[in-house]
Each structure stands twice: as structure tokens, then as C-alpha cells.
């Protein structure tokens, strides 16, 4: 299919190998920070922080959390430019909730007087609550609506990277425990431009499943 969006989604795909010295400019960076600040989420519930790591000193802290497992993505860490921790917040409160309606108040989406009848549609928070109180099933599942969005994002861009489910949840609750303050990050994101001789996938096609097998238009 010759579709620029096409074209540019066929060409993506998941760095092994990154350039050291190449980095993504501060442009680009703002405009994937964007794109990620603008993905959309179940209620606009948005319980997600995104915690950009690009100084040399939190590099080696995400480094060390590769202590303990997953060893086979610590060596992206140093040598991409980026990597985006999403996180996501493990209880949803009616006060969260209050204050994504405080800010569509802010924003003219909503006036005071709708406030209360806006509160309805919390009642999706309140139906993904598990056993323990707790929605982070629901709330992980949007922070991976802000992942595909930076693929996308990224591809247009011609950005490499590599979305990492592979890192120690544990220890970077413990390593990141400030930035992360009680959200919890089981995906992670590297970005930069891959090493030219030594990224094994650059060269392999794209292979995915048949669109019959996907796909049913009724
Ligand atoms: C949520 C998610 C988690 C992933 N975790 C890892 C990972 O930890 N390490 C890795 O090398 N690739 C990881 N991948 C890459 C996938 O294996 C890859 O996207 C898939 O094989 C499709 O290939 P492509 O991205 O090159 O098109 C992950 C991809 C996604 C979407």
C-alpha cells in the first residue's frame, strides 16, 4: 500500500541495536511528549505519568534496575537517546476523577454546573475496581493506549525504538520511588536511531498475521 501512514507504520519497527551517538532533538522530543500528553483514555481518566529519562545520571539509575532480570534490554539504556517510563496510578479515586472534570471546567469543555452529572461516567472506574479496592488493571490498560500512540508518533518521525515490557517493575518502584510516587511502571519505551551494522532486525521484514485472520468486515 503506498499510504504515507502505511508506509511509515511498515517501516517501524523494534530497535535491538542502538547508535550511541546519534540522539533525538529536544524538537522531536516535544512533539512525542505531546503525543503522548494528547492520547486518549477510557473516561479521559488519563491516570497515567510518563517520567522522561534523558541525563546520563538517570540513565545509570534505570541501568541498575536491570540488576535482577530481564538483562537482555539493560544494554538499549545507555546507548538510546530516551527511554519513557509509563506508569500508571493503582487506585482511582473519585477525587482523580474530580480532577480531570476540574480541568475540562478549566478548559470550556464543561461548566460548574455540570460538574455533578459528570461524575456519572466514574462509574467505569468503579466497575474495573478489583477485590483489593485497587483499578490498575483498567488504568495499565490506558497507559497502553499512550504506548501505541508513541509508536505511532515515533514512526511518523522516523524515530527508532524499542517498547520494553521487560523491566523490573520492583525495583524501579524502589530506584524511582520519588518520580514514580506510588504509580506503578510495567512498560517501558527506549528511543533513538539504531546502530546501522549491528541491529540485527533493521533488515528482517515486517511479518504479522493475514487480514482475514483479524480482520471481519460485516
Ligand atoms: C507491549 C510490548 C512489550 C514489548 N516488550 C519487549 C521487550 O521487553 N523487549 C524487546 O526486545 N521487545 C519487546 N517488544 C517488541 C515486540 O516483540 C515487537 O513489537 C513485535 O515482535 C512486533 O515487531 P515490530 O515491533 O518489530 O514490528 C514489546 C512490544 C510491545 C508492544
Known amino acids: 500500500m503506498k499510504d504515507a501512514i502505511i508506509q511509515d507504520l511498515q ?3 523494534t530497535a535491538k541495536k542502538y547508535d550511541p551517538s546519534k540522539r533525538v532533538s529536544q524538537q522531536d522530543l516535544a512533539i512525542l511528549i505531546e503525543a503522548l500528553r ?4 477510557s473516561i479521559n481518566s488519563q491516570p497515567w505519568k510518563f517520567i522522561v529519562i ?27 537517546s530516551h527511554v519513557i517510563l509509563f506508569a500508571h496510578k493503582m487506585e482511582y479515586t473519585r477525587a482523580d476523577y474530580e480532577g480531570v472534570i476540574n480541568k475540562g ?7 460548574e454546573a455540570q460538574k455533578e452529572a459528570a461524575f456519572a461516567v466514574y462509574a467505569f472506574a468503579e466497575a474495573n475496581k478489583d477485590a483489593n479496592g485497587q483499578h490498575s488493571a ?3 490498560s490506558q497507559t497502553y493506549l499512550a504506548l501505541g500512540n508513541a509508536l505511532h508518533t515515533l514512526a511518523r518521525l522516523h524515530i527508532d525504538s524499542t517498547p520494553m515490557e521487560g523491566v523490573d ?3 524501579l518502584n524502589e530506584i524511582f520511588a520519588d518520580e514514580l510516587a506510588g ?8 528511543i533513538g536511531y539504531h546502530h546501522e551494522s549491528e541491529d540485527y532486525n533493521a533488515a528482517l521484514p515486517k ?3 493475514a487480514l482475514e485472520e483479524v480482520v471481519t468486515v460485516l
Open 207 to 209: 511479518s504479522r498475521k
Open 54 to 80: 534523558e541525563s546520563e545520571q538517570a540513565k545509570q539509575r534505570m541501568h541498575d534496575s536491570f540488576a535482577n532480570m530481564y538483562q537482555f534490554n539493560q544494554h538499549h539504556i545507555k546507548a538510546c
Open 11 to 13: 517501516q517501524r519497527y
Open 138 to 140: 483498567w488504568t495499565k
Open 183 to 190: 504509580y506503578e511502571c510495567h512498560v517501558a519505551l527506549a
Open 169 to 171: 517493575t520492583q525495583l
Open 38 to 41: 494528547l492520547s486518549a483514555s
Open 105 to 111: 471546567i478549566q478548559d470550556k469543555r464543561l461548566t
